[in-house]
């Protein structure tokens, strides 16, 4: 059964600090990674997207990492700003005779105080 | 202004009612998508159209319909079928099928 699954599930750190969120999958045919933002009560924004010959990928302060032989992603966020505050998915596309299945990880929720 | 656009933001519902969320676009996308978010699991795909009068259920289509008259509108109806209707409901919208899928705001609907 295809699942993505990411830790923690919450997150509390200081403004200016650097965390790291996980996403591990087991989805297969693997054909790429995103890493969403979704702020509460809005819908998701995508943040990187990542293929399967890609092992970094920077957006700003935040940078994705994917090694496709362990089948697991990462999300560092440096210099953490009060609006970083949000939930982080992983969502995993597999390909299928379809083209088009997707698979969300459940999120990591980021707290980021003053 | 171009993007997804989703009405209202909150719905409440007496149970047993239909009801319809709207899900509008402008970005000329052919592929278009709902989901359902519950607290603590991943988004759940419904239905997904990719092109004008064509639709596919998703994963979890029971309980709900929806239409693709025209390009730019796909909206779901929620009927008295679906048992747990309580939810955040999110529309998304892409070029073709496999391409980057862009989100609207969202619809959270509560049935009382």
């Known amino acids: 059964k295809n699942q993505v699954e990411q830790s923690p599930q919450s997150l509390i750190i200081l403004e200016g600090k650097n965390c790291t969120l996980q996403?591990?999958?087991?989805?297969?045919?693997?054909?790429?990674l995103r890493w969403y933002k979704q702020d509460t009560g809005r819908g998701p924004v995508s943040l990187t997207i990542?293929?399967?010959?890609?092992n970094t990928k920077s957006n700003g302060r935040y940078t994705a990492t994917l090694d496709a032989d362990t089948k697991q992603s990462s999300l560092h966020i440096t210099a953490s700003q009060l609006s970083d505050s949000a939930s982080y998915i992983c969502?995993?596309?597999?390909?299928?005779?379809?083209?088009?299945?997707?698979?969300f990880g459940t999120g990591t929720q980021l707290k980021v105080e003053l | 202004d171009g993007g997804i656009t989703q009405s209202p933001k909150y719905l409440f519902r007496k149970e047993g009612q239909n009801v319809t969320l709207s899900c509008e676009q402008n970005?000329?996308?052919?592929?278009m998508y709902w989901y359902r978010q519950d607290p603590g699991q991943g988004l759940r795909l419904i239905y997904y159209?990719?092109?004008?009068?064509?639709?596919q259920k998703g994963d979890i289509a029971e309980g709900y319909s929806v239409s693709r008259e025209k390009k730019e509108s796909f909206p779901l109806t929620v009927t008295s079928a679906q048992k747990n209707p309580t939810a955040f409901y999110l529309c998304?919208?892409?070029?073709?099928?496999?391409?980057?899928?862009?989100f609207g705001p969202g619809t959270r609907l509560t049935v009382l």
């Open positions: 970005l000329n996308h052919d592929a």
């Open positions: 996403c591990n999958y087991t989805v297969s045919p693997f054909s790429n």
């Open positions: 159209s990719q092109i004008v009068n064509d639709f």
């Open positions: 969502v995993v596309r597999t390909l299928t005779g379809g083209g088009n299945k997707l698979t």
């Open positions: 998304a919208s892409s070029i073709a099928l496999p391409d980057t899928q862009y």
């Open positions: 990542m293929t399967f010959s890609e």
